[in-house]
């Protein structure tokens, strides 16, 4: 069976999760630290803070943004669970609106849904292919005439709606980690970038996230660096590392914080997997998508995904195929020969209308034809470090004729 995407897992990986497990530091510390100024130093933007997951690294970028209930955040329909959840989480409104034909979120539908209750959009990078950034930033900046900030709201002795002035722009770049926008890393493009590290991810540190920080001024970096590490830890002013300094032991609580925070044996993992991350796992991943583009390109019958544009390179995460006329029944019989041909595939992602939860709460897949029609013919083929050239071969082929006999 062709696995759909393990991790790279080998000596290296091993040696460097022993080297932190001997090294008497296994929580938060010199490797996290290490990690997060390599990875500041890699996307090119102020700062990055690296914590346990995308998911709880971005419900914290809300929540320093005071969004809460009455506020209403945009994001696609189609995108993973966790992109509205964290809207949830903090009470607020996941307003979805429809995708592009590459994936991404649409930007002129985003700026239909802006109102004064919008406080932040979300667009996400699906499959590592980055959105319209530039767009949704122009979007927000729009709205600087009509955004109503919260006036009674202090984080860490400031109000970042005040100072922002318009709609925050979080892009989910859980997918993209090294995509390039304009020949530049992203990072930089959006007020704050989230990162994920899970296990199937191109970058990953078993679990995993970080944020990317690139706000304009009047903020003030590293005071907002300092309110995210303290309410990573339960609001407590000192870390565990600083509370073992000889007498250092009092500490006391700004802010009833939340726990989030990255250990050092994940840092261990991210600075292997950072090491060799331009030299090896893009470099493999890339031509891993362009053997399947080259072993489908005379398929009538098959959409290829965009790789790369005049303005935007992927991250090679994902090799999201479509069958151009199948029906979503079709689409999953084609699933079901394929993998009776011994090959793992997916679909990412269900849009969000059509889970339970969002479903009842009035979403309407109907209002979003285009998530409806990308999904319904996605096949996503895998893609890690490991999978050989014979193996795409026979991922190819598998599809080719699991195509053929549910198509015709
Ligand atoms: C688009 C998208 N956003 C967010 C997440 C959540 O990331 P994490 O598992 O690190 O919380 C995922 C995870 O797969 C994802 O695919």
Redesign the pocket.
């Known amino acids: 069976m062709i696995p759909f995407s393990p991790p790279r897992i080998d000596e290296k990986t091993i040696q460097a999760v022993t080297d932190a497990l001997r090294s008497g530091w296994i929580t938060t510390g010199p490797r996290t630290k290490e990690f997060e100024k390599r990875l500041a130093a890699y996307c090119g933007v102020q700062r990055v803070i690296a914590l346990n997951?995308?998911?709880?690294?971005?419900e914290l970028a809300l929540r320093w943004y005071g969004i809460g209930p009455g506020d209403e955040v945009i994001v696609p329909a189609y995108?993973?669970c966790?992109?509205a959840n964290i809207v949830k989480h903090v009470g607020a409104k996941p307003v979805l609106v429809d995708v592009l034909d590459d994936f991404t979120i649409n930007p002129e539908a985003v700026r239909q849904a802006m109102n004064p209750r919008t406080k932040a959009i979300i667009p996400?990078?699906?499959g590592g292919l980055p959105a319209r950034v530039a767009e949704i930033v122009k979007v927000a900046e729009d709205s600087c005439a009509w955004f109503s900030p919260a006036v009674n709201l202090r984080v860490g002795g400031s109000n970042p709606q005040m100072r922002l002035g318009r709609a925050l722009v979080l892009s989910?770049a859980?997918?993209s980690f090294g995509a390039r926008i304009g020949g530049k890393s992203i990072g930089p493009q959006a007020d704050i970038t989230?990162f994920?590290?899970?296990a199937?991810?191109n970058l990953t540190t078993a679990?995993?996230?970080a944020l990317a920080f690139q706000l304009p001024a009047p903020f003030d970096t590293e005071e907002v660096y300092r309110w995210f590490n303290t309410m990573s830890l339960h609001g407590q002013n000192k870390d565990a590392l600083a509370k073992t300094k000889p007498g250092a032991w009092r500490y006391d609580v700004e802010a009833p914080g939340w726990k989030c925070n990255m250990t050092d044996i994940q840092a261990a993992i991210g600075l292997v997997e950072l090491d060799r991350y331009d030299s090896e796992t893009l470099p493999r991943r890339k031509a891993i998508c362009e053997r399947y583009h080259a072993g489908f390109a005379q398929e009538a019958a098959l959409d290829r995904p965009l790789l790369k544009d005049a303005h935007r390179e992927g991250s090679y995460h994902l090799y999201m195929l479509r069958v151009a006329k199948a029906t979503e029944e079709q689409r999953d019989a084609i699933i079901a020969a394929i993998s009776a041909r011994e090959v793992s595939v997916n679909v990412?992602?269900i849009p969000l209308p059509l889970l339970s939860h969002y479903r009842n709460t009035g979403y309407r897949m109907e209002d979003y034809p285009n998530a409806y029609k990308h999904y319904s013919r996605e096949i996503s083929l895998p893609v890690y470090y490991d999978l050989s050239d014979e193996q795409v071969d026979t991922v190819i082929a598998a599809v080719k004729e699991a195509v053929h006999a549910v198509m015709g």
Do not use: L, M, P, Q
């Not at 997951?53 to 971005?58: G, K, R």
């Open positions: 997951s995308w998911t709880n690294a971005a995108t993973y966790a992109t996400v990078d699906i989910d859980a997918h989230g994920s590290f899970h199937v991810k679990e995993g996230g990412h992602f």
